[in-house]
């Protein structure tokens, strides 16, 4: 019902910005809420950041600050604005939808997009 694809990832220097992006497809009319979810080898997949239909965004502690969720209703697209990065942003990042239907919820994922932070 949802399609997810992302881009944007790839290697930056510490201090460096980076911008990811998600292009949604299919029943986005259904879609309440999308994020960023991140997850770092050994470590629990973590929410990011996330943005409701209404336009409330909720951000990490550690990113607040330093990334921004923003998108654009015309394209169907979120992005994420990543600013001021370092070594503990490394990590695969995925976007994340979540929609309502009459039979339920169901959460879509992207296919993930590797962002590595140099020192």
């Known amino acids: 019902q949802v399609q997810l694809v992302e881009s944007g990832g790839g290697l930056v220097q510490a201090g460096g910005s980076l911008r990811l992006s998600c292009a949604a497809s299919g029943r986005i009319d259904r879609i309440n809420v999308m994020g960023w979810y991140r997850q770092a080898p050994g470590k629990q997949r973590e929410l990011v950041a996330s943005i409701t239909s209404g336009g409330n965004t909720n951000y990490a502690d550690s990113v607040k600050g330093r990334f921004t969720i923003s998108r654009e209703n015309a394209e169907n697209t979120v992005y994420l604005q990543m600013n001021s990065l370092n070594s503990e942003d490394t990590a695969v990042y995925y976007c994340?939808?979540?929609?309502?239907?009459?039979?339920?919820?169901?959460?879509?994922w992207g296919q993930g997009t590797q962002v590595t932070v140099s020192s």
């Open positions: 994340h939808a979540r929609a309502w239907f009459a039979i339920g919820t169901f959460d879509y």
